[in-house]
C-alpha cells in the first residue's frame, strides 16, 4: 500500500479523507512529522494548498497531498475565504463574528472551497484540483456534526445544514469530497 502524507496538523480533515478514501484506492494516508507548520503565505486556496502539500513532502521525504480550504461569503467579497481559519480566535468565535457580520444582510450566498495538491517525495506537483459546495449562511446554528463551519452552512437542495448531516451525506456533498474524488481518480490510473 502506498504511504502518502496528508498535509494537516487538523485530525478531524485526516479522518474525513480516509473516511472517503476508504475501499476507493489503494493509499494510507498519514499525518505528517513534528515540526510540520507551514507558512501559509500565499493569495489563493491553489497556492496555501500548494505550500502545505511541498513542506509536508520535504519533511517526510513522502509524497503529499494537502488541501487548502475556506468559506467564501459572496456579500463579504469572499471572506473569510483563505483566512477561514484565522477569521477569530476559535471556532465559535468564528461563528460568531460572521453571524453579526450578516445580521441585517439577505443575500446570504455562500460555498465551501477545497483546492487539494497532490506532490511526489520532492515537491514537484502532481495534480491539483478544485471542489466546492454551494450553499448560504443560516440565520443561527444547528446541528452537531462536522465542524469549522458547518453548523451556520445551509446547503443548496436541502433544508438543513452541512453539521446536520450525517458523515456519510457529507462525505458524498462536500467541496473536500469534491476535490478529493478527483484525486482518487488521478490515483486510480
Not at 480533515?13 to 499525518?31: G, H, S, W
Not at 481559519?85 to 468564528?94: G, L, P, S, V
Request: glycine fraction near 6%.
Amino acid at each position: 500500500m502506498k504511504k502518502i502524507v496528508f498535509a494537516t496538523s487538523n485530525p478531524h480533515k485526516l479522518e474525513e479523507l480516509k473516511a472517503i478514501c476508504t475501499d476507493r484506492c489503494n493509499v494510507d494516508f498519514v499525518l505528517p512529522p513534528e515540526g510540520f507548520d507551514p507558512v501559509e503565505n500565499g493569495k489563493t486556496f491553489e497556492e496555501n494548498s500548494m505550500i502545505k502539500a511541498q513542506e509536508a513532502a520535504r519533511l517526510s521525504g513522502l509524497p503529499a497531498l494537502a488541501d487548502d480550504s475556506g468559506l467564501c461569503v459572496d456579500v463579504l467579497n469572499g471572506a473569510p475565504g483563505i483566512h477561514s481559519a484565522r477569521y477569530a480566535e476559535t471556532a465559535q468565535k468564528r461563528i460568531d463574528k460572521l453571524l453579526n457580520a450578516l445580521n441585517e444582510i439577505k443575500n446570504r450566498k455562500a460555498k465551501f472551497v477545497c483546492v487539494m495538491t497532490l506532490v511526489n517525495e520532492k515537491g514537484e506537483v502532481l495534480t491539483q484540483k478544485r471542489g466546492e459546495c454551494l450553499g448560504e449562511i443560516a440565520k443561527k446554528q444547528a446541528g452537531i456534526n462536522g465542524f469549522g463551519y458547518d453548523p451556520i452552512f445551509t446547503v443548496d437542495g436541502k433544508s438543513c445544514t452541512m453539521a446536520e448531516l450525517s458523515e456519510y451525506e457529507k462525505n458524498k456533498i462536500s467541496h473536500r469530497a469534491k476535490a478529493l474524488e478527483q484525486i482518487i481518480e488521478y490515483l486510480n490510473k
